[in-house]
């Protein structure tokens, strides 16, 4: 599987923007870039997923580089509620499982 | 449309002892993924079923631990003679059939606890 690095965490304010990176740079062409979060004590929820262009969802914005070695999650404005580990992961060809490294926990402060 | 159910969400065995866990995909999801989370650790790949086949089941300890997905019903997580070591989160996820633009949905988990 393609190998993605992501910072163990990062920190942010209630309401603020949040710009959680993803490094892949052995992605292939056929690989989506997909984001899950896991909040605490809960199961993990799919958040958003792209393969070129930038995306969009109400959940969030994925921005893709355009060498596609590295994209970059944006929560537009950070609830309390948004507190997780934020899992980017490749998924392309026949993969057909998801393969979660360490993500990055993401503190937001009131 | 319910989401991916489990059950039990707690369960506590005694050392020993078989632990049944339940899944219940999305209404038309015939794939189901089972993982394990241990405790302040990361998400690790267990089992994929479709219905009435494993697939993989690579990520699976080799002993007292078996899957299946029947043609009807749940889809069961089975540990027999339960260590402490099998204390973990074990979630389930569903989907359609797989592929990289498709999304995986998890149920809540089941917090198996061996006493």
């Known amino acids: 599987d393609a190998k993605t690095t992501q910072p163990n965490s990062m920190e942010s304010n209630e309401e603020e923007p949040v710009h959680l990176p993803c490094n892949h740079s052995?992605?292939?062409?056929?690989?989506?870039i997909h984001w899950y979060r896991q909040l605490p004590s809960q199961g993990p929820e799919y958040v958003i997923h792209g393969l070129t262009s930038n995306v969009n969802n109400r959940m969030a914005s994925l921005a893709i580089a355009e060498d596609r070695k590295s994209s970059t999650l944006i929560l537009h404005r950070a609830t309390l509620r948004d507190a997780a580990v934020y899992y980017c992961?490749?998924?392309?060809?026949?993969?057909?499982?998801?393969?979660f490294g360490k993500g990055t926990l993401l503190t937001v402060n009131p | 449309n319910a989401g991916v159910m489990q059950n039990p969400r707690h369960l506590v065995r005694r050392r020993g002892q078989e632990a049944r866990l339940r899944c219940s995909p999305m209404?038309?999801?015939?794939?189901v993924y089972w993982y394990r989370q241990l405790p302040e650790e990361g998400l690790k790949f267990m089992v994929y079923?479709?219905?009435?086949?494993?697939?993989?089941e690579s990520g699976m300890p080799k002993e007292r631990f078996s899957a299946e997905f029947p043609k009807e019903g749940p889809s069961i997580l089975r540990i027999q003679q339960v260590v402490r070591g099998d204390s973990a989160a074990y979630f389930c996820a569903s989907s359609p059939p797989p592929g990289p633009n498709t999304e995986a949905f998890f149920g809540q988990g089941t917090r198996l606890t061996v006493v």
């Open positions: 079923l479709q219905k009435e086949n494993i697939i993989d």
């Open positions: 209404k038309g999801h015939s794939h």
């Open positions: 052995t992605i292939s062409g056929t690989d989506y």
């Open positions: 992961i490749l998924r392309g060809g026949s993969n057909y499982k998801l393969t």
